[in-house]
Nanobody, 124 residues
Framework: QLQLVESGGGLVQPGGSLRLSCAASKGTLDYYDVAWFRQAPGKEREGVSYINIDGGRINYADSVKGRFTISRDSAKNMVYLQMNSLKPEDTAVYYC?????????????????WGQGTQVTVSS
């Protein structure tokens, strides 16, 4: 079964940048669509960005368009989320997820494999 691990979170000032990474500690991401989600305290989990298997289809939430960029590197078995011009409202735990049977559906796709999340805090 696919196991995912996120990294790259941290504390950053407003206007700063972070790059999140999603790795498969077991299995390979090459066979999966992958998405980034986030959940802030007291709020529902929301989809942030999505990339399909070959990188030819990419989606972003309206709140991050123009600021975040999703990409994947098959050679490294990694998916990234470059986050620029960060705002305090971007503060959340960020999760990567791979498509598969599961209760969470976004962009018409269900996501069944999830990482443990990485905290992103945007504050001065």
């Amino acid at each position: 079964q696919l196991q995912l691990v996120e990294s790259g979170g941290g504390l950053v000032q407003p206007g700063g940048s972070l790059r999140l990474s999603c790795a498969a500690s077991k299995g390979t991401l090459d066979y999966y669509d992958v998405a980034w989600f986030r959940q802030a305290p007291g709020k529902e989990r929301e989809g942030v960005s999505y990339i399909n298997i070959d990188g030819g289809r990419i989606n972003y939430a309206d709140s991050v368009k123009g600021r975040f960029t999703i990409s994947r590197d098959s050679a490294k078995n990694m998916v990234y989320l470059q986050m620029n011009s960060l705002k305090p409202e971007d503060t959340a735990v960020y999760y990567c997820a791979a498509d598969g049977p599961g209760p969470t559906t976004f962009w018409g796709i269900s996501f069944g494999s999830w990482g443990q999340g990485t905290q992103v805090t945007v504050s001065s």
